[in-house]
């Protein structure tokens, strides 16, 4: 990519910029201006989040010499988190960002009121990887004046911070993946690779079990509408169908329960190892290991791919059940917490294949990744 010096990728949802009549573009402008009036440098905003080329920019720079210089920016609204490609794109780029020590270069505005954020222990990722960073509060600015005196002083303020990260030093260097023959009390390479192919079968025992999760929902709420039409058949009315709907919220418990250990540990493991495995990954392509490792690698990457599309393959199935979740929590009271239950831990593990897609699209630009690759 030609475009060099620093760089703003916002990431937003076009129909909240539509709804606010173009004013998040517009912030980005300013921001902009005050950042190169500031400094005397550029810097490239980008905008366009729906064009292929906006993902693969920022993946490019991540992997050059213009990696500190990399910002995402993501204007956080009700609407951001709803949205799949929202999340994705913040998802993805702070697990770069933390594979090479550089958290600092995700920088959320909080634009429009979020409750979660300001929760204690969410367990919504991408709630939780906003929260672990110092946020800007726009919620009340984005009200202002344009030209008014508080709005062009907070603009410049955003400028000024975003000209401090870049002057100072990260906190903590890449993620240190080191070869199976140095000393230093660090895991190494061939440490991550056992890591990896431990958690291999645990993430497929995982999908398996969602499987069987799912089925017992399925069954259960079949047999519910069942009894439901025996009782409008009887004649048992408004009563007898709210007699019938409290009985499967209490025979839903167990398995929803289930559900949501499932996608919390599902979610949780994929977080926890993603940042070493973009760095694995990453120095295999730049020939920073051996050529056993390497092979190695390649042979646990085989697995890794059937796993991605096993786990593929399920979410179609764990979407029409979170769609059928939300349907069901808008009718009955009894059973909202539980459908609500249901909805995030099918989020869970969307979110967590958004992070080993990420893998898979990194290891087929390996090329040559061995079999099933």
């Not at 550029?42 to 993946?59: K, M, P, T, Y």
């Not at 000209?163 to 100072?168: A, C, F, P, S, V």
């Not at 497929?204 to 025996?230: C, H, I, P, R, W």
Request: hydrophobic fraction near 40%; charge should be negative.
């Amino acid at each position: 990519m030609n475009t060099i010096g620093p760089a703003g990728f916002w990431s937003y949802t076009h129909r909240d910029d539509q709804l606010d009549e173009g004013r998040i573009r517009r912030l980005a402008e300013a921001i902009a201006h005050a950042f190169e009036i500031t400094t005397g440098d550029e810097l490239h905003v980008f905008v366009d989040s729906n064009s292929i080329a906006w993902g693969e920019q920022w993946r490019a720079r991540l992997d050059s010499a213009l990696t500190s210089t990399t910002f995402l920016i993501p204007i956080v609204t009700p609407k951001f988190l709803k949205s799949q490609e929202c999340r994705r794109e913040i998802i993805t780029f702070s697990g770069h960002a933390a594979s090479l020590g550089l958290d600092d270069l995700i920088l959320p505005i909080h634009y429009v009121n979020v409750p979660q954020l300001t929760e204690e222990n969410s367990s919504d990722e991408v709630v939780q990887l906003i929260s672990r960073r110092q946020w800007v509060d726009w919620r009340r600015l984005r009200l202002e004046d344009e030209r008014s005196p508080e709005y062009r002083q907070s603009v410049n303020q955003l400028a000024l911070r975003l000209k401090g990260i870049l002057e100072t030093p990260p906190a903590s260097g890449p993620i240190a993946i080191l070869s199976s023959d140095t000393e230093a009390d660090q895991p190494g390479f061939l440490d991550s690779l056992a890591e990896m192919e431990v958690a291999l079968p645990e993430w497929a025992e995982t999908v398996q079990e969602f499987g069987k999760v799912l089925e017992s929902l399925n069954k259960k709420t079949q047999d519910s509408a069942a009894l439901m039409q025996q009782s409008d058949a009887r004649g048992g009315g408004f009563a007898g169908r709210l007699h019938v709907t409290n009985e499967l919220a209490a025979t839903l418990s167990e398995p929803v329960g289930k559900l949501t250990e499932l996608g919390g540990r599902y979610s949780a493991e994929l977080s926890r190892i993603d940042p070493g495995i973009i760095a694995m990954i990453r120095m295999i392509g730049e020939g920073q290991v051996t050529q056993q490792e390497e092979e190695s690698a390649r042979e646990i990457f085989g697995q890794l791919t059937e796993m991605i599309a096993a786990a593929r393959d399920a979410v179609p199935n764990l979407r029409g059940l979170s769609e059928g979740a939300k349907v069901m929590a808008s009718g009955s009271r009894a059973l909202r917490p539980l459908m609500n239950s249901i909805q995030t831990a099918v989020q869970q593990v969307v979110d967590g294949q958004t992070i080993i897609e990420e893998w898979g699209r990194m290891i087929d630009e390996l090329g040559g990744s061995g079999a099933g690759c």
